[in-house]
Protein backbone atom coordinates (compact mmCIF):
# COMPACT_ATOMS: atom_id res chain seq x y z
CA UNK A 1 0.00 0.00 0.00
CA UNK A 2 1.30 3.16 -0.81
CA UNK A 3 0.78 6.54 0.97
CA UNK A 4 2.96 10.25 0.87
CA UNK A 5 3.16 10.04 4.09
CA UNK A 6 3.36 6.89 6.90
CA UNK A 7 3.41 7.23 10.81
CA UNK A 8 4.57 4.51 13.09
CA UNK A 9 2.81 4.78 16.26
CA UNK A 10 -0.57 6.83 17.01
CA UNK A 11 0.76 8.26 19.93
CA UNK A 12 0.51 12.44 21.11
CA UNK A 13 3.50 12.92 17.95
CA UNK A 14 2.45 10.69 15.47
CA UNK A 15 -1.64 11.63 15.20
CA UNK A 16 -0.14 15.75 16.25
CA UNK A 17 1.96 14.95 12.61
CA UNK A 18 -1.04 13.53 10.89
CA UNK A 19 -2.97 15.83 11.30
CA UNK A 20 -1.32 18.88 10.65
CA UNK A 21 -0.27 17.52 7.64
CA UNK A 22 -4.22 16.89 6.46
CA UNK A 23 -4.37 20.79 7.94
CA UNK A 24 -1.86 22.09 5.33
CA UNK A 25 -2.53 19.61 2.50
CA UNK A 26 -6.56 17.59 2.71
CA UNK A 27 -4.98 15.68 -0.70
CA UNK A 28 -1.87 14.26 0.95
CA UNK A 29 -2.54 10.58 1.81
CA UNK A 30 -1.76 9.83 5.34
CA UNK A 31 -1.36 6.24 6.88
CA UNK A 32 -0.58 5.67 11.30
CA UNK A 33 0.05 2.56 12.33
CA UNK A 34 -0.37 1.48 16.00
CA UNK A 35 0.88 -1.92 17.39
CA UNK A 36 -1.77 -1.41 20.59
CA UNK A 37 -5.12 -2.81 20.41
CA UNK A 38 -6.43 0.66 20.02
CA UNK A 39 -5.38 4.09 19.60
CA UNK A 40 -4.25 4.25 23.46
CA UNK A 41 -4.16 0.90 24.23
CA UNK A 42 -0.14 1.48 25.06
CA UNK A 43 0.09 4.96 26.13
CA UNK A 44 1.10 5.70 29.68
CA UNK A 45 1.78 8.78 31.12
CA UNK A 46 1.05 10.45 34.34
CA UNK A 47 0.24 13.22 32.62
CA UNK A 48 -0.08 16.72 33.11
CA UNK A 49 -0.28 18.34 30.15
CA UNK A 50 1.19 22.14 29.18
CA UNK A 51 -1.61 22.70 26.27
CA UNK A 52 1.10 25.18 23.91
CA UNK A 53 1.02 22.94 21.48
CA UNK A 54 -2.53 21.54 21.26
CA UNK A 55 -3.60 25.33 21.24
CA UNK A 56 -1.54 25.47 18.13
CA UNK A 57 -2.59 22.73 16.78
CA UNK A 58 -6.23 22.46 17.18
CA UNK A 59 -7.03 26.56 18.95
CA UNK A 60 -11.02 25.51 19.43
CA UNK A 61 -10.00 22.05 21.13
CA UNK A 62 -12.51 22.84 24.04
CA UNK A 63 -15.49 23.14 21.84
CA UNK A 64 -14.32 19.90 19.96
CA UNK A 65 -14.65 18.18 23.38
CA UNK A 66 -11.13 17.33 23.75
CA UNK A 67 -10.72 15.46 27.10
CA UNK A 68 -9.08 17.91 29.17
CA UNK A 69 -11.47 18.36 32.18
CA UNK A 70 -8.57 19.21 35.13
CA UNK A 71 -7.07 22.44 35.39
CA UNK A 72 -4.56 22.37 37.48
CA UNK A 73 -5.91 24.06 40.79
CA UNK A 74 -2.56 23.47 43.38
CA UNK A 75 1.43 22.69 43.08
CA UNK A 76 2.81 21.01 45.59
CA UNK A 77 6.63 19.79 46.22
CA UNK A 78 8.06 17.80 48.82
CA UNK A 79 11.62 16.18 50.05
CA UNK A 80 10.50 13.24 51.58
CA UNK A 81 12.25 11.62 54.77
CA UNK A 82 10.83 7.76 55.60
CA UNK A 83 8.84 9.17 58.40
CA UNK A 84 8.07 13.08 57.06
CA UNK A 85 8.01 15.58 54.50
CA UNK A 86 9.81 18.97 53.56
CA UNK A 87 7.68 21.57 51.32
CA UNK A 88 9.42 23.25 48.93
CA UNK A 89 7.92 26.86 48.74
CA UNK A 90 6.68 27.66 45.19
CA UNK A 91 8.28 31.03 45.15
CA UNK A 92 11.54 29.28 45.41
CA UNK A 93 11.10 27.26 41.93
CA UNK A 94 11.75 28.99 38.48
CA UNK A 95 8.59 30.04 37.13
CA UNK A 96 8.60 27.02 34.17
CA UNK A 97 7.58 24.69 36.92
CA UNK A 98 4.69 26.01 37.86
CA UNK A 99 2.16 23.89 36.49
CA UNK A 100 -0.69 26.87 36.14
CA UNK A 101 -2.53 26.86 33.07
CA UNK A 102 -1.91 23.02 32.47
CA UNK A 103 -4.19 20.36 33.05
CA UNK A 104 -4.39 16.67 34.59
CA UNK A 105 -5.19 13.92 31.70
CA UNK A 106 -5.25 10.39 30.72
CA UNK A 107 -2.66 10.82 27.58
CA UNK A 108 -4.59 7.69 26.11
CA UNK A 109 -8.27 9.56 26.17
CA UNK A 110 -6.41 12.50 24.56
CA UNK A 111 -4.69 10.12 21.97
CA UNK A 112 -8.37 8.64 21.47
CA UNK A 113 -9.79 12.16 21.00
CA UNK A 114 -6.57 13.37 18.77
CA UNK A 115 -7.20 10.13 16.76
CA UNK A 116 -10.63 11.06 15.97
CA UNK A 117 -9.56 14.36 14.94
CA UNK A 118 -7.21 13.30 12.79
CA UNK A 119 -9.66 10.35 10.83
CA UNK A 120 -12.27 13.14 10.40
CA UNK A 121 -9.51 14.74 8.08
CA UNK A 122 -8.73 11.71 6.15
CA UNK A 123 -6.25 10.17 8.07
CA UNK A 124 -6.02 5.96 7.73
CA UNK A 125 -5.03 4.79 10.90
CA UNK A 126 -4.76 1.31 11.47
CA UNK A 127 -4.95 -0.20 15.33
CA UNK A 128 -3.64 -3.69 15.49
CA UNK A 129 -0.77 -3.51 13.18
CA UNK A 130 2.89 -3.70 14.32
CA UNK A 131 5.73 -2.08 12.50
CA UNK A 132 8.12 -4.75 12.30
CA UNK A 133 10.76 -4.23 9.64
CA UNK A 134 12.35 -1.17 7.95
CA UNK A 135 12.20 -1.17 4.12
CA UNK A 136 14.97 0.46 2.00
CA UNK A 137 15.24 1.54 -1.61
CA UNK A 138 18.45 1.12 -3.79
CA UNK A 139 19.64 4.47 -3.07
CA UNK A 140 19.97 3.37 0.69
CA UNK A 141 16.80 5.77 2.34
CA UNK A 142 13.97 4.69 3.88
CA UNK A 143 10.60 3.74 1.46
CA UNK A 144 8.52 2.51 4.23
CA UNK A 145 7.41 -0.63 7.06
CA UNK A 146 6.37 -3.72 7.20
CA UNK A 147 3.24 -4.46 9.26
CA UNK A 148 0.59 -6.62 10.54
CA UNK A 149 2.63 -10.19 10.74
CA UNK A 150 1.16 -12.09 12.38
CA UNK A 151 0.79 -16.38 12.70
CA UNK A 152 4.79 -17.15 13.08
CA UNK A 153 5.22 -19.88 16.02
CA UNK A 154 7.58 -20.02 19.00
CA UNK A 155 10.13 -22.50 16.64
CA UNK A 156 9.56 -20.07 13.80
CA UNK A 157 7.06 -22.39 11.50
CA UNK A 158 3.75 -21.11 10.05
CA UNK A 159 1.03 -21.63 11.79
CA UNK A 160 -2.20 -22.04 9.88
CA UNK A 161 -3.27 -18.48 10.48
CA UNK A 162 -0.35 -17.13 9.20
CA UNK A 163 -0.28 -13.54 7.58
CA UNK A 164 3.35 -12.45 6.00
CA UNK A 165 2.43 -8.30 6.91
CA UNK A 166 1.94 -5.68 4.34
CA UNK A 167 4.22 -3.27 2.72
CA UNK A 168 3.42 0.13 3.46
CA UNK A 169 5.33 2.50 1.72
CA UNK A 170 5.96 6.53 1.82
CA UNK A 171 7.45 8.84 -0.02
CA UNK A 172 8.08 10.16 3.95
CA UNK A 173 7.90 8.04 6.64
CA UNK A 174 7.55 9.31 10.13
CA UNK A 175 9.04 7.42 13.26
CA UNK A 176 6.98 7.95 16.02
CA UNK A 177 6.96 4.76 18.17
CA UNK A 178 7.78 6.14 21.60
CA UNK A 179 10.78 5.48 23.79
CA UNK A 180 13.24 3.05 22.82
CA UNK A 181 10.75 1.75 19.39
CA UNK A 182 12.87 -1.15 17.87
CA UNK A 183 12.48 0.69 14.52
CA UNK A 184 13.92 3.59 15.48
CA UNK A 185 16.94 2.13 17.38
CA UNK A 186 18.02 0.43 14.04
CA UNK A 187 17.48 3.70 12.08
CA UNK A 188 19.45 5.97 14.57
CA UNK A 189 22.42 3.15 14.24
CA UNK A 190 21.91 2.70 10.90
CA UNK A 191 22.36 6.41 9.88
CA UNK A 192 24.72 7.18 13.00
CA UNK A 193 21.81 9.60 14.25
CA UNK A 194 23.62 9.89 17.60
CA UNK A 195 27.12 10.75 16.37
CA UNK A 196 28.32 13.58 18.24
CA UNK A 197 25.39 13.32 21.28
CA UNK A 198 25.39 12.42 24.66
CA UNK A 199 24.01 8.74 25.42
CA UNK A 200 20.51 9.08 25.70
CA UNK A 201 19.63 8.68 29.56
CA UNK A 202 16.14 6.79 30.61
CA UNK A 203 14.08 6.14 33.66
CA UNK A 204 11.37 4.03 34.36
CA UNK A 205 7.93 5.06 35.21
CA UNK A 206 5.39 3.03 37.30
CA UNK A 207 1.65 4.04 37.73
CA UNK A 208 -1.70 3.06 39.06
CA UNK A 209 -4.58 4.61 38.78
CA UNK A 210 -6.73 4.60 42.16
CA UNK A 211 -10.41 5.69 42.62
CA UNK A 212 -10.43 7.00 45.98
CA UNK A 213 -12.71 8.30 48.75
CA UNK A 214 -14.77 11.50 48.13
CA UNK A 215 -12.97 13.32 51.11
CA UNK A 216 -9.73 12.26 50.19
CA UNK A 217 -10.13 13.57 46.28
CA UNK A 218 -8.97 17.38 45.55
CA UNK A 219 -9.50 17.70 42.14
CA UNK A 220 -6.71 20.07 39.95
CA UNK A 221 -4.31 18.51 43.07
CA UNK A 222 -0.68 18.42 41.84
CA UNK A 223 1.98 16.58 43.81
CA UNK A 224 5.21 15.88 43.29
CA UNK A 225 8.29 14.39 45.56
CA UNK A 226 11.88 13.42 46.13
CA UNK A 227 13.66 11.97 48.46
CA UNK A 228 12.38 9.00 50.15
CA UNK A 229 12.31 6.02 49.54
CA UNK A 230 15.49 6.39 47.21
CA UNK A 231 17.57 8.50 49.04
CA UNK A 232 19.80 11.40 48.33
CA UNK A 233 22.18 9.24 45.54
CA UNK A 234 19.39 7.21 43.56
CA UNK A 235 17.48 9.50 40.97
CA UNK A 236 14.26 9.94 40.71
CA UNK A 237 10.69 10.78 42.72
CA UNK A 238 6.89 10.39 42.59
CA UNK A 239 4.09 12.18 41.15
CA UNK A 240 0.30 12.01 42.47
CA UNK A 241 -2.27 14.20 40.16
CA UNK A 242 -5.98 14.40 41.22
CA UNK A 243 -8.23 13.73 38.45
CA UNK A 244 -12.12 13.77 37.78
CA UNK A 245 -14.38 11.33 39.25
CA UNK A 246 -12.49 10.64 42.56
CA UNK A 247 -9.74 9.30 40.31
CA UNK A 248 -6.21 9.59 41.28
CA UNK A 249 -3.30 8.85 39.35
CA UNK A 250 -0.15 7.94 41.45
CA UNK A 251 3.24 7.57 39.65
CA UNK A 252 7.02 6.39 40.87
CA UNK A 253 9.86 7.19 38.69
CA UNK A 254 13.44 6.25 38.99
CA UNK A 255 16.38 6.63 36.55
CA UNK A 256 18.15 4.17 35.01
CA UNK A 257 21.22 5.03 36.26
CA UNK A 258 21.05 3.47 39.30
CA UNK A 259 24.40 1.88 40.13
CA UNK A 260 23.09 -0.89 42.80
CA UNK A 261 22.00 -4.07 41.32
CA UNK A 262 20.16 -4.82 44.04
CA UNK A 263 17.68 -1.79 43.92
CA UNK A 264 14.00 -2.99 43.00
CA UNK A 265 12.42 -0.01 41.43
CA UNK A 266 8.56 -1.73 41.28
CA UNK A 267 9.33 -2.53 45.18
CA UNK A 268 10.39 1.59 45.66
CA UNK A 269 6.97 2.32 44.02
CA UNK A 270 4.93 0.03 46.51
CA UNK A 271 6.44 1.32 49.67
CA UNK A 272 6.37 4.41 48.57
CA UNK A 273 2.98 4.50 48.89
CA UNK A 274 2.98 3.75 52.89
CA UNK A 275 4.84 7.22 53.88
CA UNK A 276 2.26 9.59 55.83
CA UNK A 277 2.41 11.66 52.85
CA UNK A 278 0.81 9.67 50.80
CA UNK A 279 -1.14 6.81 52.41
CA UNK A 280 -4.40 8.73 53.72
CA UNK A 281 -5.24 9.65 50.15
CA UNK A 282 -5.20 6.01 49.02
CA UNK A 283 -6.60 4.37 52.10
CA UNK A 284 -10.39 3.71 51.53
CA UNK A 285 -9.67 3.68 47.74
CA UNK A 286 -8.87 0.59 45.55
CA UNK A 287 -6.95 0.72 42.77
CA UNK A 288 -8.28 -0.12 38.83
CA UNK A 289 -5.41 0.09 36.83
CA UNK A 290 -1.96 -0.42 36.69
CA UNK A 291 1.10 0.17 33.70
CA UNK A 292 4.89 0.69 33.07
CA UNK A 293 7.00 2.92 30.85
CA UNK A 294 10.33 4.05 29.83
CA UNK A 295 11.23 7.28 30.04
CA UNK A 296 13.72 9.48 28.13
CA UNK A 297 15.97 11.88 30.12
CA UNK A 298 18.37 13.02 28.42
CA UNK A 299 17.13 16.31 27.17
CA UNK A 300 19.04 18.44 25.24
CA UNK A 301 22.33 16.55 25.04
CA UNK A 302 20.84 13.64 23.94
CA UNK A 303 18.57 14.12 21.03
CA UNK A 304 19.86 13.07 17.75
CA UNK A 305 19.78 14.22 14.15
CA UNK A 306 16.19 13.99 13.51
CA UNK A 307 16.40 13.75 9.64
CA UNK A 308 17.70 10.48 7.50
CA UNK A 309 16.78 9.88 3.80
CA UNK A 310 13.21 9.06 3.37
CA UNK A 311 12.34 10.67 6.95
CA UNK A 312 12.36 11.79 10.44
CA UNK A 313 12.22 10.84 13.99
CA UNK A 314 9.52 12.75 16.15
CA UNK A 315 8.28 12.84 20.20
CA UNK A 316 10.03 10.49 22.60
CA UNK A 317 11.80 8.61 19.52
CA UNK A 318 14.01 10.97 19.60
CA UNK A 319 13.70 12.28 23.14
CA UNK A 320 12.16 15.52 24.10
CA UNK A 321 11.42 15.35 27.43
CA UNK A 322 11.47 18.21 29.97
CA UNK A 323 12.93 16.03 33.10
CA UNK A 324 11.98 18.73 35.89
CA UNK A 325 9.19 19.83 34.24
CA UNK A 326 8.15 15.77 33.69
CA UNK A 327 6.36 17.19 30.78
CA UNK A 328 7.09 15.84 27.08
CA UNK A 329 3.61 15.66 25.43
CA UNK A 330 3.90 19.04 24.20
CA UNK A 331 7.33 18.81 23.05
CA UNK A 332 6.19 15.37 20.98
CA UNK A 333 3.11 17.08 19.73
CA UNK A 334 5.05 20.04 18.74
CA UNK A 335 7.80 18.16 16.86
CA UNK A 336 5.34 15.95 14.72
CA UNK A 337 3.77 19.37 14.00
CA UNK A 338 7.55 20.67 12.34
CA UNK A 339 7.78 17.29 10.74
CA UNK A 340 4.79 17.62 8.89
CA UNK A 341 4.91 21.14 8.07
CA UNK A 342 8.57 20.36 6.45
CA UNK A 343 6.65 17.51 4.98
CA UNK A 344 4.32 18.94 3.47
CA UNK A 345 6.65 21.76 1.82
CA UNK A 346 8.36 19.42 0.63
CA UNK A 347 6.16 17.40 -1.53
CA UNK A 348 4.70 20.73 -2.83
CA UNK A 349 8.47 20.84 -4.41
CA UNK A 350 8.20 18.04 -5.55
CA UNK A 351 10.57 17.00 -3.58
CA UNK A 352 10.34 12.79 -1.68
CA UNK A 353 12.53 10.52 -0.14
CA UNK A 354 15.32 13.02 0.75
CA UNK A 355 16.84 14.31 3.79
CA UNK A 356 14.21 17.26 6.01
CA UNK A 357 16.67 19.49 6.87
CA UNK A 358 14.97 22.04 7.27
CA UNK A 359 12.76 19.96 10.18
CA UNK A 360 16.19 20.09 12.14
CA UNK A 361 16.18 23.91 12.05
CA UNK A 362 12.58 24.21 12.88
CA UNK A 363 13.21 22.37 15.88
CA UNK A 364 16.28 24.39 16.75
CA UNK A 365 14.33 27.93 16.40
CA UNK A 366 11.21 26.61 18.03
CA UNK A 367 10.16 26.72 21.90
CA UNK A 368 10.74 23.42 22.00
CA UNK A 369 14.39 24.42 22.22
CA UNK A 370 14.34 26.68 24.40
CA UNK A 371 12.04 24.43 26.59
CA UNK A 372 14.91 21.41 26.74
CA UNK A 373 17.85 24.21 26.84
CA UNK A 374 16.25 26.30 29.82
CA UNK A 375 16.60 22.43 31.93
CA UNK A 376 19.69 20.93 29.97
CA UNK A 377 21.99 20.47 33.32
CA UNK A 378 19.06 19.49 35.62
CA UNK A 379 19.87 15.63 35.01
CA UNK A 380 23.51 15.70 34.31
CA UNK A 381 23.76 17.58 38.14
CA UNK A 382 21.39 15.13 39.96
CA UNK A 383 23.18 12.22 38.64
CA UNK A 384 26.90 13.56 39.46
CA UNK A 385 25.83 15.27 42.79
CA UNK A 386 23.32 13.43 44.30
CA UNK A 387 19.47 15.02 45.32
CA UNK A 388 20.70 17.65 47.41
CA UNK A 389 23.78 19.26 45.48
CA UNK A 390 22.46 18.05 41.94
CA UNK A 391 18.82 19.61 42.54
CA UNK A 392 19.96 22.79 43.88
CA UNK A 393 22.92 23.65 41.42
CA UNK A 394 20.39 22.55 39.05
CA UNK A 395 17.66 25.02 40.45
CA UNK A 396 20.37 27.38 40.16
CA UNK A 397 21.09 27.28 36.47
CA UNK A 398 17.30 26.86 35.60
CA UNK A 399 17.31 30.46 37.38
CA UNK A 400 19.94 31.86 35.59
CA UNK A 401 18.74 31.13 32.38
CA UNK A 402 15.48 31.84 32.94
CA UNK A 403 16.85 35.74 34.19
CA UNK A 404 19.74 36.34 32.24
CA UNK A 405 20.07 33.79 29.39
CA UNK A 406 22.68 32.09 30.02
CA UNK A 407 23.93 29.50 32.82
CA UNK A 408 26.47 26.81 34.32
CA UNK A 409 27.96 25.75 30.74
CA UNK A 410 26.75 22.24 29.35
CA UNK A 411 27.34 19.09 31.68
CA UNK A 412 27.46 15.87 30.14
CA UNK A 413 25.84 12.83 31.16
CA UNK A 414 28.72 10.21 30.90
CA UNK A 415 28.01 6.66 30.39
CA UNK A 416 24.86 5.00 29.21
CA UNK A 417 22.45 3.97 31.95
CA UNK A 418 23.57 -0.04 30.99
CA UNK A 419 26.92 0.69 31.86
CA UNK A 420 26.48 2.11 35.71
CA UNK A 421 26.01 -0.88 38.06
CA UNK A 422 28.38 -1.86 40.10
CA UNK A 423 28.93 -5.91 41.03
CA UNK A 424 26.44 -7.24 43.64
CA UNK A 425 29.45 -8.09 45.46
CA UNK A 426 30.45 -4.53 46.13
CA UNK A 427 26.39 -2.90 46.58
CA UNK A 428 24.74 -3.22 49.63
CA UNK A 429 21.73 -5.18 49.57
CA UNK A 430 18.05 -3.75 49.53
CA UNK A 431 15.79 -5.05 52.00
CA UNK A 432 11.93 -4.72 50.98
CA UNK A 433 8.83 -5.07 53.29
CA UNK A 434 6.27 -7.88 51.93
CA UNK A 435 3.09 -5.71 49.65
CA UNK A 436 0.07 -5.85 52.32
CA UNK A 437 -2.41 -6.68 49.45
CA UNK A 438 -4.37 -2.98 50.23
CA UNK A 439 -1.60 -0.32 49.85
CA UNK A 440 0.55 -2.35 47.84
CA UNK A 441 1.00 -5.63 45.75
CA UNK A 442 2.86 -7.84 43.95
CA UNK A 443 4.15 -7.56 40.51
CA UNK A 444 1.98 -10.00 39.22
CA UNK A 445 -1.03 -8.90 41.01
CA UNK A 446 -0.45 -5.63 39.30
CA UNK A 447 0.33 -6.79 36.08
CA UNK A 448 -3.30 -8.14 35.99
CA UNK A 449 -4.37 -4.72 36.30
CA UNK A 450 -2.35 -4.11 33.07
CA UNK A 451 -4.54 -5.49 30.64
CA UNK A 452 -1.81 -7.12 29.41
CA UNK A 453 -2.31 -10.44 26.92
CA UNK A 454 0.13 -11.98 24.26
CA UNK A 455 -0.25 -15.36 22.55
CA UNK A 456 1.98 -18.09 24.26
CA UNK A 457 2.69 -19.96 20.97
CA UNK A 458 4.30 -16.61 19.12
CA UNK A 459 8.07 -15.70 18.68
CA UNK A 460 8.99 -14.03 21.94
CA UNK A 461 9.59 -10.54 21.33
CA UNK A 462 12.54 -10.45 24.08
CA UNK A 463 15.58 -11.91 22.16
CA UNK A 464 18.80 -12.89 23.69
CA UNK A 465 21.62 -12.05 21.64
CA UNK A 466 23.10 -15.02 23.69
CA UNK A 467 21.34 -17.34 25.82
CA UNK A 468 24.39 -18.11 28.12
CA UNK A 469 24.59 -14.29 29.41
CA UNK A 470 22.03 -14.08 32.11
CA UNK A 471 23.07 -17.23 33.89
CA UNK A 472 26.88 -17.11 32.99
CA UNK A 473 27.78 -13.53 33.29
CA UNK A 474 25.08 -10.92 34.87
CA UNK A 475 24.00 -14.02 37.53
CA UNK A 476 27.21 -13.66 39.57
CA UNK A 477 28.35 -10.23 38.51
CA UNK A 478 25.52 -8.38 39.34
CA UNK A 479 22.60 -11.11 41.04
CA UNK A 480 20.93 -10.64 37.27
CA UNK A 481 19.46 -7.55 37.64
CA UNK A 482 16.46 -8.22 35.37
CA UNK A 483 15.05 -9.98 37.65
CA UNK A 484 14.26 -7.03 39.33
CA UNK A 485 14.61 -3.92 37.15
CA UNK A 486 11.33 -5.39 35.02
CA UNK A 487 8.29 -3.89 36.37
CA UNK A 488 5.97 -6.75 35.15
CA UNK A 489 7.87 -10.43 36.46
CA UNK A 490 8.91 -10.67 33.42
CA UNK A 491 12.10 -12.39 33.64
CA UNK A 492 12.89 -15.02 36.70
CA UNK A 493 16.21 -17.08 37.55
CA UNK A 494 14.82 -20.57 38.43
CA UNK A 495 16.58 -22.59 41.08
CA UNK A 496 15.51 -26.33 41.38
CA UNK A 497 17.76 -28.64 43.58
CA UNK A 498 19.95 -30.42 41.91
CA UNK A 499 19.97 -28.50 39.44
CA UNK A 500 22.22 -24.98 37.62
CA UNK A 501 20.12 -22.26 37.02
CA UNK A 502 17.81 -21.21 34.89
CA UNK A 503 16.56 -18.00 33.11
CA UNK A 504 13.45 -17.79 31.95
CA UNK A 505 11.14 -15.10 30.07
CA UNK A 506 7.52 -14.75 30.96
CA UNK A 507 6.93 -12.91 27.77
CA UNK A 508 3.57 -13.19 28.39
CA UNK A 509 3.36 -10.43 31.21
CA UNK A 510 5.53 -7.69 28.94
CA UNK A 511 3.72 -4.47 29.19
CA UNK A 512 5.94 -2.87 26.45
CA UNK A 513 8.37 -0.81 29.08
CA UNK A 514 11.71 -1.31 27.52
CA UNK A 515 13.72 -1.06 30.52
CA UNK A 516 15.60 -4.59 29.95
CA UNK A 517 16.30 -3.30 26.14
CA UNK A 518 17.86 0.09 28.10
CA UNK A 519 19.61 -1.68 31.59
CA UNK A 520 20.72 -4.75 30.40
CA UNK A 521 24.34 -4.43 31.58
CA UNK A 522 25.30 -6.76 28.77
CA UNK A 523 22.86 -5.22 26.01
CA UNK A 524 21.78 -8.84 25.07
CA UNK A 525 17.93 -8.56 25.78
CA UNK A 526 17.11 -6.75 22.59
CA UNK A 527 13.15 -5.63 22.62
CA UNK A 528 11.00 -6.35 19.43
CA UNK A 529 7.27 -5.96 18.34
CA UNK A 530 5.10 -8.62 19.12
CA UNK A 531 2.08 -9.37 16.85
CA UNK A 532 -0.01 -6.61 16.75
CA UNK A 533 -2.89 -5.97 19.30
CA UNK A 534 -0.69 -7.41 22.07
CA UNK A 535 0.40 -5.99 24.86
CA UNK A 536 -0.96 -3.84 27.86
CA UNK A 537 -5.03 -2.77 27.04
CA UNK A 538 -4.62 0.50 29.29
CA UNK A 539 -7.82 1.89 30.72
CA UNK A 540 -7.60 5.95 31.02
CA UNK A 541 -4.08 5.89 31.73
Not at 151 to 173: C, F, N, R, W
Not at 251 to 276: A, I
Not at 326 to 336: D, E, W
Not at 436 to 457: I, M, Q, W, Y
Request: hydrophobic residues 40%; contains cysteine.
Amino acid sequence: MEYDVVIVGAGPAGLSAAIRIKQLSPDTSVCVLEKGSEVGAHILSGAVIDPIALNELIPDWKEKGAPLNTPVKEDRFYVLGEGGALRMPNAAMPPLMSNHGAYAVSLGNVCRWLAQQAEGLGVEIYPGFAASEVLYREDGSVRGVVAGVMGIAKDGSHKPDYQPGMELTGKYVLIAEGVRGSLAKEIIARFNLSEGREPMKFGLGMKELWEVKPENHKQGQVTHTMGWPLGFKTGGGSFMYHLEDNLVSIGFVVHLNYDNPHLFPYMEFQRFKHHPLIAPVLEGGRRIAYGARAITEGGLQSVPRLYFPGGALIGCSAGFVNVPRIKGTHNAMKTGMLAAEAIVAALAQGREADELTEYEEAWRNSWVYTDLARVKNVKPMWSKLGLVGGVMLGAVDMWMRTLFGFGLGTWKHGKPDFATLKKASEAKPISYPKPDGVLSFDRLTNVAFSATNHEEDQLVHLRLRDGSIPVDVNLPLYDEPAQRYCPAGVYEVVREEGQAPRFVINHQNCVHCKTCDIKDPAQNINWQVPQGGEGPNYPNM
